[in-house]
């Protein structure tokens, strides 16, 4: 009788190169059931106490994960930060960071055409809109826990919040205050639009998205805080700037 061999882990040969290549399939897997989690425990919870969940993850997963890889890679850590991003060149820091929020808007990119190229232009648009109404919120609440930004903490509060958006490190924006409860933000250079105006194609109509991306934005900071289109691509705008958004309290 021919007995076959129990296959475990150790039978598994793959080339160095494989190895790579799968720890990075590995680490897009992590990446991806973490932003399942999220996904599913605001469905089922609702988004505030998703909030309240995702602060105790988040104080406790990237310490674990951090310590790990410190002990396989050997490297020290200070804070919970990595040493060696400690040690970088205040010039290289900054740059690594426009890098990463740079790669993070080719990601948005890739999946909006790659939804376009198989359905078409619309359904692009109302993932990309739906894709908004949850990241906004949520990238609102990571600045807040990272400024330790208490809630409500109105316009003062959304000024300094929209400052650390990953848009901010790679477009160029500006506030002019109007009144005591209100104001004005403005993209005075934006990576999507300038590209496509240095191909000769007109801007990408990005009014719907922005709206829920910019009303859901403040809302999490200060449900107070209303959001008005003051202009966005597809309408027209001045040189100086792509988009204007009027933020305010009633009084």
């Known amino acids: 009788m021919c007995l076959k061999k129990k296959t475990d882990n150790a039978d598994i040969r793959l080339s160095h190169e494989q190895n790579a290549r799968l720890t990075m399939d590995f680490i897009h897997r992590l990446m991806m059931h973490h932003a399942m989690w999220y996904s599913q425990v605001q469905q089922q919870l609702g988004p505030k ?11 406790r997963s990237p310490e674990i994960q951090i310590k790990k890889l ?5 490297f020290d850590i ?10 970088l060149s205040e010039k290289k820091l900054k ?9 993070w808007l080719a990601n948005d990119g890739i999946w909006f055409q790659a939804v ?26 990571s600045i807040m826990h990272f400024l330790n930004l208490s809630e409500n903490s109105g316009l003062e509060g959304l000024k300094k919040a929209l400052q650390y958006r990953l848009y901010a490190a790679i477009n160029k924006q500006s506030i002019s205050d109007e009144t005591d409860n209100s104001f004005v933000f403005k993209m005075n250079d ?8 240095r191909k000769g194609l007109k801007d990408y109509p990005c009014k719907s998205a922005g709206i829920v991306e910019y009303t859901t934005f403040a809302e999490t900071i200060d ?6 289109c003051v202009s966005c691509p ?3 705008h001045p040189e100086e700037w792509y988009c204007a958004w009027h933020f305010f309290i009633e009084k």
């Open 49 to 59: 106490s998703t909030r309240e969940i995702m602060k105790a993850v988040y104080e």
């Open 70 to 74: 410190a002990k396989t890679l050997d």
């Open 116 to 141: 376009e190229f198989s359905r078409d232009m619309d359904q692009a648009k109302k993932c990309n809109d739906a894709c908004w109404s949850h990241f906004s919120p949520f990238e609102a609440w």
């Open 190 to 197: 934006c990576r999507v639009q300038s590209a496509r105006k």
């Open 234 to 236: 597809p309408d027209p």
């Open 95 to 103: 740059k690594l960071k426009e890098t990463i929020a740079a790669n």
């Open 78 to 87: 200070e804070q919970n930060i990595p040493e060696p991003l400690l040690s």
């Open 223 to 228: 449900p107070r805080i209303k959001t008005r």
